[in-house]
């Protein structure tokens, strides 16, 4: 179930009790122990009750683990073609993760936009005005109460993608402008034709999303 809502999206107990392959009371209570430890947020909206993650510090955690437990067992097509979206490119709570969110960090750092300071990933004044560029509100990014950067690293790439609120506006920004869109029953995402476009113009990379490619446009 905190896998689940990974995916930055709130999800109702029934929802959550199908992810799980439980019976809806028996998923109640381990809601009821997830938000006695803080693990989890319940937002009511009118006679529902949607559940959370309680924030950013809880999705790290869960990305660290998931980057050292034992690789997934894969049994059928299916599983193998969702395994290997999800690896391509998903959400890690409100920030771009997989294929896609590495490749992406490590196209602001080739291009001055981040850079590397004591293993976390810091703004450079170049990467502010690209942020105002591509529609990033760093304004408002600054107001809220979470780190400002932060390298995550990516449970299925063992490399580091952008975290913290640069890392949630950068991905709204996305979602936005249609470059990227949520694939229904998971949190795995799939670049749209513009974002093919707008990935290689802002970011430098060719996003080849049916074979699950990212190369840099300049080779």
Same mark, same amino acid.
């Given at each position: 179930?905190?896998?689940?809502?990974?995916?930055?999206?709130?999800?109702?107990?029934?929802?959550?009790?199908? /992810?799980?392959?439980?019976?809806?009371?028996?998923?109640?209570?381990?809601?009821?122990?997830?938000?006695?430890?803080?693990?989890? /947020?319940?937002?009511?909206?009118?006679?529902?009750?949607?559940?959370?993650?309680?924030?950013?510090?809880? !999705?790290? /955690?869960?990305?660290?683990?998931?980057?050292?437990?034992?690789?997934?067992?894969?049994?059928?097509?299916?599983?193998?073609?969702?395994?290997?979206?999800?690896?391509?490119?998903?959400?890690?709570?409100?920030?771009?993760?997989?294929?896609?969110?590495? !490749?992406?960090?490590?196209?602001?750092?080739?291009?001055?936009?981040?850079?590397?300071?004591?293993?976390?990933?810091?703004?450079?004044?170049?990467?502010?005005?690209?942020?105002? !560029?591509?529609? /990033?509100?760093?304004?408002?990014?600054?107001?809220?109460?979470?780190?400002?950067?932060?390298?995550?690293?990516?449970?299925?790439?063992?490399?580091?993608?952008?975290?913290?609120?640069?890392?949630?506006?950068? !991905?709204?920004?996305?979602?936005?402008?249609?470059?990227?869109?949520?694939?229904?029953?998971?949190?795995?995402?799939?670049?749209?034709?513009?974002?093919?476009?707008?990935?290689?113009?802002?970011?430098?990379?060719?996003?080849?999303?049916?074979?699950?490619?990212?190369?840099?446009?300049?080779?």
């Amino acid at each position: 179930m905190l896998s689940a809502l990974l995916g930055g999206e709130r999800l109702p107990a029934g929802d959550l009790a199908k /992810v799980a392959g439980i019976a809806p009371p028996t998923a109640s209570e381990h809601l009821a122990r997830l938000l006695d430890a803080g693990l989890v /947020v319940c937002i009511p909206s009118g006679r529902h009750r949607y559940y959370g993650l309680a924030g950013a510090h809880v !999705a790290g /955690v869960l990305e660290a683990l998931d980057a050292i437990a034992p690789p997934r067992t894969v049994r059928t097509l299916a599983d193998s073609q969702a395994d290997e979206a999800l690896r391509f490119a998903r959400t890690c709570w409100d920030h771009l993760a997989g294929r896609l969110g590495v !490749a992406l960090s490590e196209a602001l750092l080739s291009r001055g936009v981040l850079r590397v300071e004591h293993d976390e990933f810091l703004l450079t004044r170049a990467g502010e005005d690209w942020c105002g !560029a591509i529609g /990033v509100d760093l304004g408002e990014l600054r107001q809220r109460r979470r780190r400002f950067t932060r390298a995550c690293i990516d449970w299925s790439e063992r490399r580091p993608h952008l975290a913290g609120a640069l890392g949630a506006g950068l !991905a709204q920004v996305c979602f936005h402008r249609a470059w990227i869109r949520r694939i229904p029953g998971g949190r795995a995402l799939r670049v749209t034709e513009s974002g093919t476009a707008a990935f290689s113009e802002h970011f430098g990379l060719l996003v080849e999303a049916r074979a699950k490619r990212i190369l840099s446009a300049t080779k």
